[in-house]
């Protein structure tokens, strides 16, 4: 089974995901033998939002593929900054890439890629939605650390609300048997409407909590988060999240022998640094996961990937998206995508839901 692109985990089939990490596992004991792989290909890695490992991550892995990287990571530096379309960018990278990564701080940005894109699109991080690769490493790490991915009680904490590596676990993690979670945050900063309708929807285990200590016993996985400092409409309003929650030496001492402590990084100030030295710390091999997570995507991805437009659909509903965070806000010829629900609509690209 081979998906066009990946915008979000939760439209391939767990088997094509399983693919995928069976592949990461093999690159990771004999990297060797992959470093041809991709020769001849290139990626174009569009970072219109700043970013360190998963930018240098999917160009690290590529060139371990054999492949070349083009791209930019800064959009001033780009058409962009002249007043360029996205829908238009994509157009001429897809003509000059055999992949393209892609990040951007509105949401559904790389869903509306995909519809102008002759080659696979791989969302990086669309705003405060999704993170769909941050999950693949994030699921090999729990893999290769945990063992499973099943029967397990995971702790999430801080920024749930605007956390998008939060969204695309908490998706994924749904999917594979007999999990419970712990949200661990403000009121503030809780988990969106449609994700928690989601894990009642699965039937799972769920309880929120405000205090990292008097949770962090019942978990047997701990997903720390940053505040997200760059989507808050004011500065105040994040000094007033800022601090709440700190991992810290006396709060472990009340955590399981086998705890896994798993964050996307950067830290800003969450994870006291003593903790680094616990050997229930993963994060920073998480790192290292993600990186042969990616190379055996790029590589699952280019197995299926014979220049091609996809046919554009048409606007399904004559409305505006009510969140002003939606692509289809800034740009505007885009089709509008919705799906029906029994109660009202939700946008195809930012999952917001209207009544
Ligand atoms: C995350 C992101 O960009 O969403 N970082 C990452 O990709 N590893 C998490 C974050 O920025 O807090």
């Known amino acids: 089974m081979i998906s066009r692109h990946l915008i979000d985990l939760d439209t391939m089939p767990l088997e094509e995901i399983e693919e995928?990490?069976?592949?990461?596992?093999?690159?990771?004991?004999?990297?060797?033998?992959?470093?041809?792989s991709a020769h001849g290909k290139i990626?174009?890695?569009?970072?219109?939002?700043?970013?360190?490992?998963?930018?240098?991550?999917?160009?690290?892995?590529?060139?371990?593929?054999?492949?070349?990287?083009?791209?930019?990571?800064?959009?001033?530096?780009?058409?962009v900054a002249k007043?360029?379309?996205?829908?238009?960018?994509?157009?001429?990278?897809?003509?000059?890439?055999?992949?393209?990564?892609?990040?951007h701080p509105l949401e559904g940005a790389a869903k509306a890629a995909t519809m102008f894109s002759r080659c696979p699109v791989i969302n990086a991080g669309?705003?405060?939605h999704l993170h769909p690769t941050q999950t693949l490493t994030d699921i090999f790490t729990l893999l290769n650390?945990?063992?499973?991915?099943?029967?397990?009680?995971?702790?999430?904490?801080?920024?749930?609300?605007?956390?998008?590596?939060?969204?695309?676990?908490i998706k994924t993690?749904?999917?594979?048997?007999?999990?419970?979670?712990?949200?661990?945050?403000?009121?503030?900063?809780?988990?969106?409407?449609?994700?928690?309708?989601?894990?009642?929807?699965?039937?799972?285990?769920?309880?929120?909590?405000?205090?990292?200590?008097?949770?962090?016993?019942?978990?047997?996985?701990?997903?720390?988060?940053?505040?997200?400092?760059?989507?808050?409409?004011?500065?105040?309003?994040?000094?007033?999240?800022?601090?709440?929650?700190?991992?810290?030496?006396?709060k472990l001492k009340k955590a399981k022998y086998g705890l896994k402590i798993l964050h996307p990084l950067p830290r800003v100030d969450e994870i006291d640094y003593e903790v680094d030295e616990d050997e229930r710390a993963v994060y920073f091999e998480q790192?290292?996961?993600?990186?042969?997570?990616?190379?055996?995507?790029?590589?699952?991805?280019?197995?299926?990937?014979?220049?091609?437009?996809?046919?554009?659909?048409?606007?399904n509903l004559d409305k505006k998206c009510g969140n002003p965070r939606c692509i289809t806000n800034s740009e505007h010829y885009l089709p509008k995508l919705y799906i029906k629900q029994e109660k009202g609509y939700i946008c195809e690209y930012c999952e917001h839901t209207e009544q």
């Open 145 to 169: 650390t945990k063992g499973t991915l099943e029967n397990l009680t995971i702790g999430i904490c801080g920024d749930l609300k605007y956390g998008r590596t939060v969204h695309s676990l």
């Open 173 to 250: 993690l749904l999917r594979y048997k007999n999990n419970r979670f712990v949200a661990i945050s403000t009121k503030e900063l809780g988990l969106p409407d449609y994700i928690k309708n989601m894990i009642k929807n699965s039937g799972c285990d769920y309880i929120e909590s405000d205090s990292l200590e008097d949770s962090i016993g019942l978990v047997d996985v701990l997903y720390m988060t940053r505040i997200q400092r760059e989507r808050f409409d004011n500065e105040s309003d994040y000094l007033k999240q800022k601090g709440i929650f700190v991992l810290d030496p006396h």
């Open 83 to 103: 007043g360029e379309s996205l829908k238009d960018t994509i157009r001429v990278v897809s003509n000059y890439a055999d992949i393209i990564v892609i990040r």
């Open 287 to 315: 790192t290292e996961y993600g990186m042969y997570a990616r190379m055996a995507l790029i590589l699952h991805l280019l197995g299926n990937s014979a220049k091609q437009l996809e046919p554009l659909k048409e606007s």
């Open 126 to 128: 669309d705003g405060g």
């Open 20 to 36: 995928i990490l069976d592949l990461a596992k093999v690159i990771m004991r004999q990297p060797q033998y992959f470093s041809d």
């Open 43 to 79: 990626m174009a890695s569009l970072f219109y939002e700043p970013s360190t490992r998963t930018q240098m991550s999917f160009q690290a892995a590529m060139l371990k593929l054999g492949g070349d990287n083009i791209g930019f990571d800064n959009p001033l530096n780009s058409s």
